[in-house]
């Protein structure tokens, strides 16, 4: 796990609001991988000045001829042979080409269990790293705390990811994000939601990201405590989600694992919070779930 340190972003206006998306489980090299909406939700993620993003893992299906759940059928039409036999680094190239137009927006990739299961095997456990190099974003490996800080200067037109700011400003707004790409294998809403929850009772943070089960919840968690001088109560609101797949569990001419195991299908696409820093307010994207 990774204490990985701070995010600053600057911006103009009281009014702004900023989306943190968690664009993961996308599952590139599968020909049930819906290309399309991943593509649209990345120009979606660029065109909007006020989105940035967490990458939560599982960028490639990752799944070679040695693998038990290889299947030919299932494997996307533009990979090659060539591909195959170098998977790990043909799908973090694939990674790299598809965030390079958004990765002055990230605030950092955790690493996915189909890419470390594949580094692992293969000895080339400095394949995300690779990556996280080639793009120039923080490297979170497979869980992560860190910092956003929101602060506003007068005269910034576009919000960006700045190193630092020199000073300390009153109107800033700081949120600490808990990001994991999740473990587990419950099918039911109730389960997932139940790991969800575990998350957000056993680390101290404000937003919660976990990915892996394929699924888009959203829950809300308020905790009562007091103030410095205990004579005050102060509620804490804490916002967790489990973020989207484009995996799809059924998908037409392909047989997949999902398929196999009688999965339930799951919405696709990716899931976010939205962060008011003015008011210090957080929700989930409500059309992203």
Request: aromatic share 8%; with cysteine; proline share 5%.
């Amino acid at each position: 796990m990774e204490a990985a340190g701070v995010r600053h972003i600057i911006h103009g206006s009281r009014r702004d609001t900023f989306t943190i998306w968690n664009l993961a489980d996308l599952h590139m090299m599968s020909k049930a991988c819906a290309m399309k909406r991943l593509y649209a939700d990345v120009r979606r993620i660029k065109n909007d000045p006020r989105s940035f993003f967490v990458g939560g893992g599982d960028y490639v299906e990752a799944i070679g001829f040695s693998d038990k759940r290889f299947r030919p059928d299932s494997v996307a039409e533009d990979v090659s042979v060539a591909d195959l036999g170098n998977l790990g680094q043909a799908g973090m190239e694939r990674t790299r080409d598809l965030l390079m137009p958004i990765k002055d927006k990230c605030l950092g990739l955790l690493l996915g269990n189909h890419e470390l299961h594949l580094q692992v095997k293969n000895q080339q456990e400095d394949l995300h790293a690779w990556l996280c190099t080639e793009l120039g974003v923080p490297n979170l490996r497979y869980s992560a705390l860190f910092d956003v800080v929101f602060s506003r200067v007068p005269g910034t037109r576009t919000p960006r990811l700045v190193p630092d700011i020199p000073e300390h400003r009153n109107d800033s707004k700081q949120y600490r994000i808990f990001c994991h790409h999740g473990a587990g294998y419950a099918q039911t809403p109730g389960g997932k939601l139940n790991r969800l929850v575990d998350f957000m009772n056993n680390f101290d943070a404000d937003l919660f990201m976990v990915a892996h089960v394929h699924d888009k919840i959203a829950r809300p968690i308020i905790q009562i405590g007091a103030n410095r001088f205990c004579t005050e109560l102060v509620e804490r609101r804490k916002v967790g989600i489990i973020t989207g797949s484009y995996l799809r569990t059924y998908a037409q001419g392909v047989t997949t694992y999902g398929e196999q195991h009688g999965y339930r299908p799951v919405p696709l696409g990716m899931s976010g919070i939205r962060v008011c820093p003015d008011k210090g307010t957080a929700v989930p994207v409500e059309d992203s779930l």
